[in-house]
């Protein structure tokens, strides 16, 4: 893992240059100190340093685990993983003493510390003992690598000599990238993969040169390139966007500069960039080759502007598990927004849009944690967690991290990066994360103080309240709406690779939901304190008069439904759900409402009352051969599956409402192939009104017991026509859960049905489906055959004294009990 070429520069450091023979000499003086033995671990705590290359090829001379941790880690994050390693050695530096010191005693180890310090020996240029350094075992673990815990702690990766020599091959052997006249330029911290791989590793693999930055200060870069003619930088996306920034602050500023930038663009040929631009490559050292980023997705305006000046920035896709590359940009085939084409030995498939890697670089397991390797690892296959796919020409795409996918109580799947980009088109934004707190969407901001000032003396809070949440909001579906946002000035908690660590974002939502900071007078008016008084107690929360109903005390549309009821009851006014958000605030609504009420009582909101409103529904009739349908269907069933029902028995005569839980997109056929031809005949499916729009679908909700409800655009008439197929004597069978469930799991049940059984009196019949999810996951085209399915219809429950909620949890509870046994 390191060439024999005793007089060529290995590493230069300032005025410090060091050869390939010095640093034998060096690697093997650091190895004189200390005792390890084969296999043992070994933990490197400290900054970028000469010292620290050292230490590293130390550990591998004596055959140990070499194990870098993060220098800026705290001492309890240090602690958790030196208590998970159990170190033999830890090899520090004087600044980060104390740290370590914190760390062993909080994870009550017993182990030895080395000061880096030490191994600051005198080149005697006495190579005679370590001539050569000797060849792995390509199969033995060489270093363990803990995650960067963006989902929570860090798990240790385990990776082989073999992982890191395919990465090695991939862009020496395969990718000319890496080469014997190589300078590459270490600037990130090693203790992450990539730069250890990039920036360490390959390069003295072939017999390049490294170059150390004394920081990632701009003077020490750009000292660094000029000093050392560096022709490759391993970075991340910051990194470039920081240098792309400074270089497009100054081409702004002159006619000329911007003159040459368009003209470039439109040209679009790198040799022509280069000349037209050859001041700024010479300010870089005029010899870099490879701008090599990796750690997070690079913004494609950034890529495109560094393409324009004549450097390519070749992205990669991958992961520490990886060792780390999966895919790689090869060099003049930069594509804007692909991280490029799967590397060499490396397999990629995509699996129900996922990604998935196989191949000699893929890690050998998660150390001492067998369960959550066999998560990730499937039948040879690396499940990634991202989302993407591969173009005709081979290019990866990423769209997004499955991990991240919110899934909300409703089932609803939302992509928080969506949402975040879509947010950041304001200038008001800095930076934004998108988490999910309290049920409800929310996101923590980083406003743009320098422009967030308004002529009206409007707060931040306000302006960002008026002029960039509502408007998103009302931009998109109702499931998308952001119901809380916070403003910090602080960083968002990320890694050191600048990976937003989103599990972080909830604990500055507690910090903020302190009202403490609000000394607004509350209004006195009968009005204001009826309202706050009901919202206060449905809400179960303490109600100022700046909230606003979505986005700080988070009504959901059915709680808008009873909102409109109670202020028709209590004050003669009708305000249409969509109309509430338009107030803005809890005490600008009680202003329309003084102003605008015919009577003024204190009545408790009843459903009943919304139910006495009775709606023109002609209930469609059943197609004959709809019934024959079922029939076909059922015994398709049994044929493919292994198919059967229990309780049958304990369906009630109609009216009764089904309660399923949902797992598949057969649920409805499932259910309807146990029930006796009169109860199918009476028996209604309600259904979106956004599944039937078009004419073929309308036709056949009106020939197959379909009721077609829109529940976004006016969920009370909904509510309503489902009371009006119960009070003809129908069934109803409602899916609480409003969706497919996207995990197996039991989502939260919305209490619709419990509405209804409440106010008419009507039974509900808890159905349980088992095995459906199994044989029909979300996002497969076609059911697995021979898989278990059973539909259990439980005893039928009668609202009696239950509340809306206590019946929702009731039922819901029923359900998970029986999903529960096996």
């Known amino acids: 893992m390191l ?11 300032g005025d410090t240059k060091i050869s390939y023979a010095d640093l034998r000499s ?10 390890l033995n084969e296999a043992e671990h070994a933990v490197i705590f400290a900054e970028n340093s000469l010292e620290w290359i050292y230490a590293f090829y130390s550990i591998w001379l004596k055959k140990g685990i070499a194990i870098p941790v993060d220098n800026l880690a705290t001492a309890s994050e240090t602690a958790f993983i030196l208590h998970d390693c159990q170190p033999e050695i830890i090899f520090t530096s004087r600044t980060r003493l104390d740290i370590i010191n914190q760390a062993i005693k909080l994870s009550n180890i017993t182990t030895r510390v080395v000061m880096l310090e030490s191994f600051e020996t005198t080149v005697t240029g006495d190579t005679t003992e370590l001539s050569s350094f000797p060849e792995p075992e390509p199969d033995k673990t060489a270093a363990i690598i803990y995650t960067s815990g963006t989902t929570g702690n860090p798990k240790g990766v385990m990776l082989s000599y073999r992982n890191m020599l395919t990465n090695i091959r991939a862009v020496s052997e395969h990718i000319h990238i890496y080469k014997p006249e190589s300078v590459v ?60 920034k400074g270089i497009m602050d100054k081409i702004r500023k002159s006619f000329l500069a911007r003159t040459m930038f368009s003209i470039a663009r439109k040209v679009n040929k790198p040799a022509f960039s280069k000349w037209l631009f050859n001041s700024v490559h ?54 804007i927004g692909s991280p490029g084409e799967v590397m060499p030995e490396t397999k990629v498939k995509i699996e129900d849009g996922e990604i998935l890697a196989s191949g000699p670089n893929i890690m050998q397991g998660y150390y001492k944690q067998p369960e959550e390797t066999a998560l990730i690892l499937r039948d040879g296959w690396l499940y990634t967690g991202d989302l993407g796919y591969i173009d005709k020409d081979g290019l990866l795409y990423i769209t997004g991290r499955k991990k991240e996918i919110i899934i909300l109580s409703n089932g609803k799947n939302v992509n928080p990066v969506e949402i975040e980009l879509k947010l950041m088109e304001s200038p008001y934004i800095k930076e934004c994360g998108v988490f999910y707190f309290n049920d409800q969407l929310q996101v923590l901001i980083i406003p743009d103080s320098s422009i967030l000032e308004d002529p009206q003396g409007r707060k931040p809070d306000e302006i960002i309240k008026w002029d960039v949440i509502e408007p998103f909001n009302k931009s998109v579906s109702s499931y998308k709406k952001i119901m809380g946002f916070y403003l910090t000035n602080d ?23 302190n009202e403490q900071d609000f000394t607004e007078e509350v209004p006195v008016t009968a ?21 606003h109903l979505e986005m700080d005390l988070g009504m959901d549309s059915l709680d808008k439904v009873s909102f409109q009821a109670w202020l028709m009851q209590n004050f003669g006014i009708s305000i249409e759900p969509n109309e509430m958000v338009s107030f803005g605030s809890v005490s600008k609504l009680s202003e329309y409402v003084a102003e605008k009420k015919t009577r003024m009582e204190d009545v408790k909101l009843d459903w009943a009352d919304i139910m006495l409103e009775r709606v023109n529904l ?83 909700a009106k020939r197959n017991n379909i009721i077609v409800v829109d529940l976004d655009k006016d969920l009370k008439e909904s509510i309503q026509k489902m009371a009006e197929v119960l009070r003809q004597k129908r069934n109803l069978i409602i899916f609480p859960e409003g969706t497919r469930t996207k995990t197996g799991n039991l989502g939260q049940f919305k209490k619709t049905f419990a509405i209804l059984s409440r106010e008419l009196n009507v039974p509900i019949v808890p159905v349980s489906i088992k095995g459906a999810f199994e044989a029909f996951p979300s996002g497969s085209k076609f059911p697995k055959p ?33 999903q529960n046994n096996k």
């Open 3 to 13: 060439k024999n070429l005793d007089l060529k520069i290995a590493i230069a450091y």
């Open 26 to 35: 060096h690697i093997k003086a650091c190895s004189d100190k200390y005792t």
């Open 185 to 244: 330029m270490m600037l990130l911290p090693v203790h992450h993969v990539l730069p250890l791989m990039g920036s360490i590793i390959i390069p003295l693999y072939v017999g390049g040169t490294i170059a150390i930055s004394p920081s990632m200060a701009s003077n020490d870069i750009m000292q660094t390139l000029k000093d050392n003619s560096v022709s490759i930088v391993i970075g991340v996306p910051r990194l470039y966007a920081a240098i792309r």
């Open 282 to 335: 010479k300010k870089m050292g005029g010899a870099l080759e490879s701008l090599v980023s990796g750690g997070a997705a690079l913004d494609e305006e950034v890529g495109a502007d560094f393409q324009t000046l004549g450097f390519e920035v070749l992205d990669g896709y991958g992961m520490t598990e990886a060792a780390p590359m999966i895919t790689f940009t090869r060099p003049g085939k930069v594509k």
């Open 491 to 513: 960083e968002l908690p990320k890694t050191r690779l600048g990976k937003l660590q989103r599990f972080k974002l909830a604990s500055f939502a507690i910090l903020s939901t």
């Open 527 to 547: 009005e204001y304190r009826m309202i706050a008084g009901y919202l206060e107690a449905e809400k179960s929360r303490k109600v100022l008069p700046h909230h």
């Open 618 to 700: 002609k209930l469609p009739h059943s197609w004959f051969n709809g019934q024959w349908i079922i029939y076909v269907t059922k015994l398709f069933f049994y044929l493919y599956f292994r198919f059967k029902a229990k309780g049958v028995y304990n369906i009630p005569e109609a009216p009764v409402i089904f309660v399923p839980n949902h797992q598949s997109s057969f649920d409805g056929l499932f259910i309807a192939s146990f029930l006796r031809r009169h109860q199918l005949r009476n028996t209604y499916f309600y259904a979106k009104e956004k599944h039937f729009r078009e004419g073929w679908r309308k036709a056949i």
């Open 786 to 818: 021979w898989k278990k399915i059973q539909i259990e219809f439980l005893e039928p429950v009668y609202p009696g004294t239950h509340s809306y909620d206590s019946l929702t949890l009731y039922i819901r509870n029923l359900i998970q009990e029986t």
